[in-house]
């Protein structure tokens, strides 16, 4: 079993920046990588970024270059840097583990889930 809080939710204005953190517990095995995906009423829960078993970020097209996924493992902290925010990122965001040693980008892949951040931007 995993345990995922996720923090740093909030509203900022377009082109702001908030930082997203994760804190986990549980046994190793099942958090080889993780991610963070997001979901917008009405539409499916998406994958944000993920970060493999060696640590090697990936990033979906649509935030690639704004969102910086970074893992501490001494701290059991994933955290989600995002920068240059637009009203489409608006959302609630979720940490998820999974016993891949790559995660994909599809919900299906995640083990475990935290609750869950809330993202509002506005303009």
């Known amino acids: 079993q995993v345990q995922l809080m996720e923090s740093g939710g909030g509203s900022v204005q377009a082109g702001e920046s908030l930082n997203l953190t994760c804190k986990y517990s549980g046994a190793p095995e099942y958090r080889e990588s993780m991610g963070w995906f997001r979901h917008v009423p009405g539409k499916e829960r998406e994958g944000v970024a993920t970060?493999?078993?060696?640590?090697?970020?990936r990033y979906a097209s649509f935030v690639k270059g704004r969102f910086t996924i970074s893992q501490d493992s001494a701290k059991n902290t994933l955290y989600l840097l995002m920068t240059n925010l637009k009203l489409e990122d608006s959302a609630k965001y979720y940490c998820?583990?999974?016993?891949?040693?790559?995660?994909?980008?599809?919900?299906?892949?995640?083990?475990?889930w935290g609750r869950g951040a809330q993202v509002t931007v506005s303009s």
């Open positions: 998820g583990a999974s016993t891949r040693a790559s995660a994909s980008f599809y919900p299906s892949s995640i083990g475990f």
């Open positions: 970060v493999d078993v060696n640590g090697t970020p």
